[in-house]
Structure formats: C-alpha cells, structure tokens
C-alpha cells in the first residue's frame, strides 16, 4: 500500500527537490504547447522573445551575460561539457590538472577517464573537515597546469570551499577555474562578476527548479570544444532544439528564489541547528561528520554518526515510520564500502558506516521537524537495544 507523499517527512532534498508550482506551470505551458525559438512564424518569434527573457532573468541570478549560459540536458551533462569540452580544446598547451578527493564520484571518474587520455592529475589535500587551502592551488600547480575543478558545496559532508580566494589564485597563475556548483546555486549568493570562475554548472533542481536541466556558465574568453555538437542558439555547444519549457521553468525557479532567499536562509538555518542541538542533547555517542555549524557548512546539509548502528537501518527504520533520510552520496549506487568523501577526511570505518545524511529545503516545516525528531530519536534508542556493539560498549563502560 503506498503512503500519501504528504504525509511523508521528506529530509533527502540534496537527492531532489520539489519543484515550485509556478515553475511546473510553465514547464507544462511550453510543453504542451508547440513553442520552438528556431521558427521563423509567429509562434517561434513569440517562443525567441520568451527565451531571451528567460536567459536574461538566470543569468541576473548568478550575475553573468544570457551570451555566457549553456543549458543542457542535466546537471551531469553540463559538467562533462564543462570539464571535458576544456580539455579536448585547451590540453595541447598544457596536461596538467588540479581537483580535490571529494569531488563528487562521477566528476573523479571523468577526471580518471581524461588520465587514460594523457591528462596528469593531482589531488589537492583535504583536512578532516573536507576543507581545501587554496594555497595548495599554487604550491601544487606547474607549467602544465591549464585546469583545476572544485566543488562549491560537498553534498555528503556540507564543506562550503573557499571559491573566491581559490579563483583568484588561478587566475593569478591563469589556470582556467571549473566549479561544481551543484549544491551552491540558490543558497549561496553568487556573483560571478565578482569571481573570477571559468566555468560553472549549476543544478536548478537543487532550487526547487525542474528537473533533466544543466545550466554551464562559461566565461567570456574561455574557449571549449563541444561534446555533442549543434547549431542552436547554445553558443554551438550543445546539439538539438533549446529546451524551452525547462529553460523558461528553471528561470522562474531563480526568480522566485531570489525573491524569497533571506527568508529561507534564516528559516533553513534555524531547522539545522534546532536539529543538532536537540540530536545532540538527546542521543549519546553521536558526531557530526564534516565543519561544525556555521560559515564553512552549507545551511541545507547535517551529516551525523550515532555509533554502534548502521546507517542504512536507520533510513530504512525511519522510512518505515514515515520520513525519508538517506545514508551515503546521493548519486552513487549503495554499497558496504564507506565513501570516498569520509576516507579522504580519514573518517574513522564504524562512524562512516553509522552516517546519515538529513537535507533540509524550503518546504521543510517546524511541524515536521519536531515530528522527524521524536521519530529518530526513537528510532536509534530501538536499534541500539539490538545492538552488539552498544551492549559491549555499556558493559565495558558499567565496568570500569
């Protein structure tokens, strides 16, 4: 029997978020509707006029030129665009490339592909707190450098990198600067003409956006080879007709979330220390794995360890009752293995296997917080009574 979405807590909204209605609206109006931008008649003149101000609406949200935005067919595509579209243009001048170990998995898969092609890679050091030191940039960097990729926010720990002081750096040493802005865009202000990015891809989905839609800034003057060439309007970067239905519903997400951007930082801010303050108070023996609250962490993202109990039983514990978490990256299929975000920070293998990862969004409400915390607290105190490991631990500590 399934159970009414809305009466699920949904706490996994770095795996998906909502879409606004207004957004869906129309995405459903120009999809149903025969709007094509590459017709002359007057319904494609009308369908143009739209997508400009569509573009022009985005690209004000991350403080760019509408001649500077790719949109493509998910935020996957506008990274391999960005990434691999760079190298195959640029890597006759240089074969050396700079990213960290957190990067999100398919990102270091790309990077893994391009070194069987010649590229040479170098991972930039992480401290236990997921956190690069941008002067790693130019201690590490060479002659053959051309690239370094960084990811803006990590969506397992919730590591917000130091994106400005690491852009300057390379263009200092005028490395071309590619960020995954997968997990920043709509909760971190972004102004590109303050930071001097080289490209960056963003996840309208992740702003309650539509989803199967990539956005890839490229800044003027950075020049890259197409994957999947095309004669659009997408610069000749990207093959087939504009998809204007998301184009134009991605750009209403943007609108609607600068709109409301103060009221929901301060409102998402409150929920994640509410919940830590009140896990932490309530549950013994639990950690939070990655920046303590504050500047470094994103507002969205609390990843916690309660020892001695896996984190798949307590997702699958707490989606019985209700609420939906999750336990590991979101893209990534599950396994027994920890990730390679915690073994990069060297967290410790039973924490690891303990984690879980709760992702707040707009639509997250007081109610369902206080209802998700009498659930989860229940739920653990439950798993740890079954637990091995808890019970040996209470002896050993009653003992001494």
Excluded at 279 to 302: E, K, Y
Aim: net charge neutral; glycine share 8%.
């Amino acid at each position: 029997m399934e159970r009414s979405i809305d009466k699920l807590i949904f706490l996994d909204h770095q795996s998906v978020s909502p879409v606004f209605k207004e957004a869906l609206e129309l995405f459903y109006h120009y999809s149903l509707e025969p709007f094509s931008p590459l017709s002359i008649h007057q319904l494609g003149i009308q369908s143009k006029k739209t997508l400009e101000s569509a573009l022009e609406s985005f690209s004000s949200f991350i403080g760019c030129s509408p001649d500077e935005l790719v949109f493509t067919g998910g935020i996957w595509e506008a990274i391999i665009l960005g990434i691999e579209g760079f190298w195959r243009k640029n890597s006759l001048r240089g074969k050396h490339i700079l990213t960290s170990p957190i990067e999100q998995k398919p990102i270091l898969l790309l990077l893994d592909k391009l070194k069987r092609e010649g590229a040479q890679l170098t991972l930039l050091p992480v401290d236990k707190e997921g956190m690069v030191d941008p002067k790693a940039i130019e201690e590490l960097s060479t002659p053959q450098t051309i690239l370094c990729c960084l990811q803006w926010v990590n969506p397992e720990i919730g590591t917000i990198q130091k994106i400005k002081e690491a852009a300057e750096i390379c263009e200092k040493k005028s490395i071309a600067f590619f960020c995954d802005g997968s997990y920043a865009g709509g909760w971190i202000p972004i102004d590109l003409k303050k930071i001097p990015i080289s490209l960056l891809a963003i996840n309208p989905n992740q702003f309650n956006g539509p989803k199967g839609i990539g956005v890839l800034y490229i800044r003027q003057g950075i020049e890259i080879e197409p994957i999947i060439p095309g004669l659009n309007k997408e610069l000749g970067l990207w093959g087939g007709t504009e998809n204007m239905a998301s184009i134009v519903a991605a750009a209403k997400a943007a609108e609607i979330t600068t709109k409301i951007f103060k009221e929901k930082i301060e409102k998402i801010g409150y929920f994640q220390k509410l919940i830590w303050e009140r896990i932490s108070a309530s549950i013994p023996m639990v950690s939070l794995n990655g920046p303590q609250l504050g500047p470094n962490r994103s507002i969205q993202n609390l990843n916690i360890s309660p020892e001695f109990i896996g984190g798949e039983a307590q997702v699958l514990s707490c989606d019985m009752k209700g609420v939906l978490l999750s336990s590991g990256p979101s893209c990534v299929q599950k396994n027994l293995r920890i990730s390679h975000v915690f073994k990069a920070v060297g967290l410790e293998y039973q924490k690891a296997m303990s984690s879980v990862r709760i992702s707040l969004g707009i639509t997250t409400t007081k109610e369902e917080i206080e209802r998700f915390l009498d659930i989860y607290i229940g739920v653990v105190t439950k798993l740890r009574e079954m637990s091995i490991g808890w019970k040996k631990f209470l002896s050993k500590k009653n003992s001494e």
